[in-house]
T-cell receptor, first 111, second 116 residues
Framework: AQRVTQPEKLLSVFKGAPVELKCNYS??????LFWYVQYSRQRLQLLLR??SRESIKGFTADLNKGETSFHLKKPFAQEEDSAMYYC?????????????FGQGTILTVHP | GAVVSQHPSWVICKSGTSVKIECRSL??????MFWYRQFPKQSLMLMAT?????????EQGVEKDKFLINHASLTLSTLTVTSAHPEDSSFYIC????????????FGPGTRLTVL
């Protein structure tokens, strides 16, 4: 069975500082990894997925299979980045792309 | 585009009654819809996968007779909580995918269920 771990429930940084939200996973096969974000009073939305290898809102994430990690990074945090961030995994080979979510990390960016 | 709605956004019911929650894809056809449950300050737990025109696939530990799922069309899936009890109180979220679940999932806003 797959598992996603986000070790930090809360993360606080100041505006302009670098930020890294950690995500580790366990899965015996080849996973597809995602980061979802939920802003205050809004629905969950996709931030980025590892197969796209794109940068969204300045965020990037690299899949490290050796360390089974998919940490989310941004060099200069902005106040509008304050939100709940979920790391999620979809196991390849399943027919329906079911997502397993981590516990989430609340990011607060102070002015 | 790719908007998913849920109705109602919140509901309060008496213990023993049944509650139906609707999940609609407004501007795309959803081959697959997923139902999640989220407890306060906790993560989303997948309850079941719903495919249009076929029976839902439930995750281990989820009672299929208690949480009835119907995906009668490509734009609508319903979750009925039967004989609800206070422990069923939770935030229920659906998501929809238009490519057999392998494409991006779009999430609904969630439904807050409170059972008295």
């Amino acid at each position: 069975a797959q598992r996603v771990t986000q070790p930090e429930k809360l993360l606080s940084v100041f505006k302009g500082a670098p930020v890294e939200l950690k995500c580790n996973y366990s899965y015996s096969g080849s996973p597809e990894l995602f980061w979802y974000v939920q802003y205050s009073r809004q629905r969950l939305q996709l931030l980025l997925r590892h197969i796209s290898r794109e940068s969204i809102k300045g965020f990037t994430a690299d899949l490290n299979k050796g360390e089974t990690s998919f940490h989310l990074k941004k060099p200069f945090a902005q106040e509008e980045d304050s939100a709940m961030y979920y790391c999620a995994l979809s196991a390849h080979g399943t027919s329906y792309g079911k997502l397993t979510f981590g516990q989430g990390t609340i990011l607060t960016v102070h002015p | 585009g790719a908007v998913v709605s849920q109705h109602p956004s919140w509901v309060i019911c008496k213990s023993g009654t049944s509650v139906k929650i609707e999940c609609r894809s407004l501007d795309f056809q959803a081959t697959t819809m997923f139902w999640y449950r989220q407890f306060p300050k906790q993560s989303l737990m997948l309850m079941a996968t719903s495919n249009e025109g076929s029976k839902a696939t439930y995750e281990q530990g989820v009672e299929k007779d208690k949480f009835l799922i119907n995906h009668a069309s490509l734009t609508l899936s319903t979750l009925t909580v039967t004989s609800a009890h206070p422990e069923d109180s939770s935030f229920y979220i659906c998501s929809a995918s238009n490519n057999a679940g392998t494409d991006t999932q779009y999430f609904g806003p969630g439904t807050r269920l409170t059972v008295l």
